[in-house]
């Protein structure tokens, strides 16, 4: 069901704080800021061979990200594995009774589509899983 890891999403509290380190100091490639609206995040996307770190900055107080950083400080967010069949994936999830976020896919970030599982229903790391096209 999953082909790689597609990104590891960090939460930030500023990207222009936060970016220099990824990319300078780590020496990745930096491949653009984006805003994802309907996750009320601004996304910075680094390159490490095939899987890439998605810098999550919040653009409301209610983002999911604001939250997380609100309760935990910055860190580790979530992680995102790459499917071939978005609605296949859910769909199997669901009737093996994964607790899903989304039970629809979701517009992510370069134009990807997404779907969240429950951090309960996968031992307190929130998964994302995202197939590429629409
Ligand atoms: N990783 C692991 N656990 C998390 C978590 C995270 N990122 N965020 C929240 N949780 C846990 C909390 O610690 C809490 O656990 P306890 O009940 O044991 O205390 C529980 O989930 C509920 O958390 P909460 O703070 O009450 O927050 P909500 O229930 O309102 O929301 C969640 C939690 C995961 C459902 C919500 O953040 C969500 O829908 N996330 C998916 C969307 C998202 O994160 N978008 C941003 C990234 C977008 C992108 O990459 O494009």
Do not use: W
């Amino acid at each position: 069901m999953l082909t790689k890891i597609n990104h590891i999403g960090i939460a930030v509290k500023s990207l222009e704080d936060s970016l220099p380190f990824y990319r300078d100091n780590l020496g990745m490639a930096f491949a653009g800021i984006e805003e994802v609206i309907e996750q009320k995040v601004r996304v910075a996307m680094l390159q490490v061979g095939e899987s890439k770190i998605e810098l999550l900055e919040p653009t409301s107080e209610d983002s999911p990200v604001a939250k997380f950083i609100e309760k935990n400080g910055p860190g580790i967010h979530h992680l995102a594995y790459e499917v071939e069949d978005l609605e296949a994936a859910i769909d199997r999830l669901l009737s093996e009774g994964t607790r899903m976020i989304d039970e629809k896919p979701r517009s992510g970030a370069h134009g990807t589509r997404i779907a969240f599982i429950h951090p309960k229903s996968s031992n307190g790391v929130l998964t994302e899983l995202c197939q590429h096209g629409h």
